[in-house]
């Protein structure tokens, strides 16, 4: 067994600027593995960006096309257990000599390894085994090899013989294009607005993006209706509420002196600059829309001002919003900041 997933494919993997140089090298590498100066090739990226995916599409790859290669794919953290296995029960020889006869060797999370000195060692024999046998390794890591910290040096320096690719946020363009996939792939359909609606409002990662398009099919079965804009809206608040931590008044002014430049003496001041304007305003729209603050007491955090200026702040942004693109971003990013969806 190769411990593969079959549902990992290149076929399934969008292609897109965030992903181009991973997953061009590693379609070479799974034509010509152990040939091509692309070893070891090692991914690297944040959570849920797609390196299990492309790793596991390699192996997927030459498991179909090369059939008398052993492809053998372990988790890092598998791998320190059964390392941790082998030496208490005296089989390091065997687990050693497992390894060695591997063809193409892969290995999720190497950041896994990091200070753990006797595995990274065993490895390190595995790997030099490997590689001068001709054969391939790939390696996925939540960052990159430099900010390993906790890996000896003679691995790190290994690691960067081959070929390093980043694996980055996925663009909006490429956000559509993995939505219609996995719809495509569900043999669902749903409007393209709400598509695009979608891909604007989850810009985290991959797998979060893939977990509203279930709980969006879920939804729809549950209810028998189909996939709408107001089904899309209702669930993404459901989600988001799931996973909402408290903002408290000062989390909204430490993010909006953060963001402008601004001091809190500003902010609660009685300047009508409007480079002090309209962070207030902000932080007053940012303090109605995720605390439960009367407005009256939002207006007190500001130097005692009253209601209505509350009002006038919020209805202000709202407008800037719909008709100011650059505020419209400057929102964004601070919803962002909250972990919050706009909706
Ligand atoms: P990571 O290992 O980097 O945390 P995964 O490989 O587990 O991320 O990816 C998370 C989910 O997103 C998986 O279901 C994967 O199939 C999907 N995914 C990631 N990138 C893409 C892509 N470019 N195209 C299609 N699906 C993707
Ligand atoms: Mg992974």
């Known amino acids: ?7 990992y494919a290149f076929d399934n993997f969008v292609e897109g600027d965030c992903n181009r140089l991973g997953r061009s090298a590693g379609l070479a590498v799974a034509q010509r593995p152990g040939v091509t100066s692309f070893n070891p090739l090692m991914i690297y990226g944040g959570v849920g960006l797609g390196k299990t995916h492309l790793i596991q599409a390699i192996g997927n790859y ?25 030496i ?14 591997i063809d193409v060797l892969i290995l999720d999370d190497v950041q896994f390894l ?23 390794i790939i390696m996925s890591s939540d960052r990159p090899p430099r900010d390993l910290a906790g890996m000896q040096d003679r691995l790190l320096s290994r690691f960067k013989w081959g070929l390093t690719a980043d694996l980055q946020q996925p663009d909006f363009e490429t956000r559509i294009a993995i939505i219609q996939k996995k719809l495509q792939a569900d043999g669902i359909y749903i409007k393209d607005e709400v598509i695009e609606y979608l891909a604007h409002s989850v810009d985290t990662n991959v797998r ?8 969006l099919m879920a939804h729809a079965s549950l209810n028998r209706r189909e996939i709408d804009m107001d089904l899309a809206r209702t669930t993404l608040k459901n989600i988001v509420v799931d996973n909402e931590k408290e903002i408290t008044v000062d989390n909204i002014f430490d993010a909006i002196t953060a963001h402008f430049d601004v001091t809190m003496t ?28 009367p407005l009256k007491s939002i207006g007190y955090h500001f130097g005692g001002r009253d209601h209505s200026t509350v ?19 400057r929102i964004q990013k601070l919803y962002k900041h909250f972990n919050r969806v706009r909706v």
């Open 208 to 215: 979060e993006l893939e977990g509203v398009i279930v709980s």
């Open 114 to 136: 990091a200070g753990k000195e006797k595995t990274q060692e065993s490895f390190f024999h595995i790997f030099n085994h490997l590689h001068q046998s001709g054969k391939q």
């Open 1 to 7: 067994d190769s411990y593969l997933n079959p549902h």
């Open 62 to 86: 030459i498991k179909s096309t090369q059939s008398n290669k052993f492809v053998l794919y372990v988790s890092s953290e598998k791998f320190v257990n059964q390392f941790i296995n082998a």
């Open 311 to 329: 009002i006038h702040a919020v209805q202000n942004i709202s407008v800037l919003i719909d008709s100011d693109k650059d505020v419209e971003g």
């Open 266 to 293: 500003d902010l609660k001041g009685k300047s009508r600059k409007k480079e002090i304007v309209f962070p207030r305003q902000v932080a007053m729209y940012l303090m109605k829309e995720f605390t439960n603050l």
């Open 88 to 101: 208490r029960n005296n089989t390091l020889q065997a687990f050693t000599n497992f390894y060695m006869q």
